[in-house]
């Protein structure tokens, strides 16, 4: 996402208004933005300050902004339950993932952790993404489409229980509802060193996932669960809200590494990836 003083053509756009009901759209030359609060033509929006307040034909005020990364994925269409910001800035950060890299999923789902991804690699980094079902890989391929972020991104239609075609990723993000048979796969995919990660929403999982990345030589691994409490802002006022996003599902981290016979680092493997003695 291009970041400037004024709104320029081809930038991600968001028409904020009463009860901050928001829109969020590509300027280009020549569009209109229609509601049923009225038209705004983008020629008059591309120039101008980001954070002007602009008015629509019917005399409806907004506000244009830059959409931030949980204002996309919030409005993101889905058919599926996507990943909320809270969890996505974390696994973005904890899986080191960056400008150039090349990053694999598996479950694209509606497109939310895609579109994450696809906009923390940059335009030359990759995401290569793999999904079961037609119909849901085009509702994420539409969503990356709407906000300009399709090129970064490969879409591949498979059954993953097949493995995958790419043998040194950076980082391996796996969402389906049962990444523990599918840990020996995703280790042939990423590079010595890299990135694992998985969400799940039961104990009975996180289980089996620690079982299987011990199995196929995964260490320094992790395992959290994030919360997330709003305040009302009033000064006069402040207090928590009446809701919070609590638990959502359980993170795990692990890194892909090549244990060594050589006794001398018997105690170490043993410490990091819990190698039993029978092994």
């Known amino acids: 996402m291009n970041y400037s003083l004024n709104a320029r053509e081809g930038d991600l ?56 990364m949980a204002d996309i994925l919030n409005e993101l269409p889905r058919t599926t339950q996507i990943l909320y910001p809270k969890d996505i800035g974390y696994i973005l950060i904890q899986m080191g993932i960056s400008e150039g890299q090349t990053v694999l999923e598996a479950g694209t789902g509606s ?73 020996q796969q995703v ?11 998985t969400l799940v929403p039961t104990y009975n999982q996180v289980e089996k996932i620690l079982y299987a990345l011990k199995k196929y030589d995964f260490a320094f691994v992790e395992v959290c669960e994030l919360m997330l409490r709003y305040y009302k802002t009033n000064p006069a006022r402040l207090r928590p809200t009446d809701r919070m996003i609590a638990h959502t599902g359980y993170l795990v981290f692990a890194r892909k590494i090549e244990p060594s016979d050589d006794p001398r680092g018997a105690a170490l493997a043993k410490e990091i990836i819990g190698i039993e003695e029978e092994r």
């Not at 995401?127 to 991104?153: C, F, H, M, W």
Request: charged share 20%; hydrophobic share 40%; aromatic share 12%.
């Open 13 to 68: 756009a968001q028409l904020v208004g009463l009860t901050h009901k928001h829109f969020i759209f590509i300027l280009q030359p020549g569009g209109d933005f229609q509601s049923h609060r009225g038209v705004i033509k983008h020629d008059d929006l591309i120039g101008k300050p980001w954070g002007s307040q602009v008015f629509s034909h019917t005399g409806a005020p907004f506000f244009l902004l830059q959409p931030s």
């Open 111 to 183: 497109g939310s952790m895609t579109i994450a991804m696809a906009s923390a690699l940059g335009p030359q980094g990759r995401v290569v993404s793999y999904e079961q079902k037609p119909d849901t890989q085009n509702l994420a391929r539409k969503n990356l489409e709407r906000i300009g972020l399709a090129s970064r991104v490969d879409f591949k239609l498979r059954d993953i229980q097949e493995g995958f075609d790419e043998t040194d990723a950076d980082a391996f993000f796996l969402d389906v509802q049962n990444p523990y048979d599918y840990i």
């Open 187 to 197: 280790r042939a995919a990423i590079k010595p060193g890299g990135f694992f990660g």
